[in-house]
Nanobody
Framework: VQFVESGGGLVQPGGSLTLSCSLS????????MGWYRQAPGKEHELVAS????????NLNDSVKGRFTISRENAKNTMYLAMTNLKPEDTAVYYC?????????WGQGTQVTVSS
């Protein structure tokens, strides 16, 4: 199992980014998935999660109204559309199963919100 995240970058407050997550193998469509983030010195934090059937099951209060999680099973890909970004959103963003299994985490993608 290999998680590959992409789409991060440096953006000004109020800006937008869309992250992508791809998963190796042919079983992506069967798994509930989640986006997590880790700020320096902090633990992994769940941002949002989505079932195999695209039902959103969790959305962190701090991102409600700004972030949208979605997935395309045919492409083995999950997305996180982020709008109205704030400096406190700065973190490395990861995708993984929800809840996370013992499989290794990917490299993540850095999101930095700064003027």
């Amino acid at each position: 199992v290999q998680f590959v995240e992409s789409g991060g970058g440096l953006v000004q407050p109020g800006g937008s980014l869309t992250l992508s997550c791809s998963l190796s193998g042919k079983y992506f469509q069967f798994f509930d998935m989640g986006w997590y983030r880790q700020a320096p010195g902090k633990e992994h934090e769940l941002v949002a999660s989505i079932t195999s059937a695209s039902r959103i099951t969790n959305l962190n209060d701090s991102v409600k109204g700004r972030f949208t999680i979605s997935r395309e099973n045919a492409k083995n890909t999950m997305y996180l559309a982020m709008t109205n970004l704030k400096p406190e959103d700065t973190a490395v963003y990861y995708c993984h199963f929800h809840p996370p299994s013992g499989d290794p985490w990917g490299q993540g993608t850095q999101v930095t919100v700064s003027s």
